[in-house]
T-cell receptor
């Protein structure tokens, strides 16, 4: 069964304290791995798509990497405005077009 | 690009009434749209997949007669919660597929009294 597990559930950082969020997945055929950011009371905001092991993508203080079993979202020198829930999702071949399987998210709090 | 809107953003209704939520892709066409439900401090729960011009595909445990989905055009899908009850109160979020990626709307908060 296709599955996505995110860790930790919650993470508290001091401003400037770099860290990583983990997304482990099992999927029959990876169509893509997606990272989203969700602020309270809002819909998820798309961050990155990764398609194959070894791929990396960056956006400001965020960098996403992918292996055959997991993905990491690295946050470098975070700021309080990076506080949000970060969601990981995978798409699999054989499933409905664009259908995603979501993890439960990591709630990140960055304190000034 | 890839902007998705939802309307309304907030709705309060009495028990037994029906509520319609609209989801629009503003700058792209989406043959597939998705409807999710999210409870406080929980992740997204997929309710159904909406395909333009055909019947929606509902996830296991979701009542298709209660949550009516219509995808009449490539830019509009609607979710109607029929005979709403307090337990239907939740945050409903739609998304639209563009390429491999889903882009999400801002969500609709439903409160049934």
């Amino acid at each position: 069964e296709d599955q996505v597990t995110q860790s930790p559930e919650a993470l508290r950082l001091q401003e400037g304290e770099s860290s990583s969020l983990n997304c482990s997945y099992t999927v029959s055929g990876l169509r893509g791995l997606f990272w989203y950011r969700q602020d309270p009371g809002k819909g998820p905001e798309f961050l990155f798509t990764l398609y194959s092991a070894g791929e990396e993508k960056e956006k400001e203080r965020l960098k996403a990497t992918l292996t055959k079993k997991e993905s990491f979202l690295h946050i470098t020198a975070p700021k309080p405005e990076d506080s949000a829930t970060y969601l990981c999702a995978v798409g699999n071949y054989g499933g409905a077009t664009n259908k995603l399987i979501f993890g439960t998210g990591t709630l990140l709090a960055v304190q000034p | 690009g890839a902007v998705v809107s939802q309307h309304p953003s907030w709705v309060i209704c009495k028990s037994g009434t029906s509520v319609k939520i609209e989801c629009r892709s503003l700058d792209f066409q989406a043959t597939t749209m998705f409807w999710y439900r999210q409870f406080p401090k929980q992740s997204l729960m997929l309710m159904a997949t909406s395909n333009e011009g055909s019947k929606a595909t509902y996830e296991q445990g979701v009542e298709k007669d209660k949550f009516l989905i219509n995808h009449a055009s490539l830019t509009l899908s609607t979710l109607t919660v029929t005979s709403a009850h307090p337990e239907d109160s939740s945050f409903y979020i739609c998304s639209a597929g563009w390429g491999e990626t889903q882009y999400f709307g801002p969500g609709t908060r439903l409160l049934v009294l």
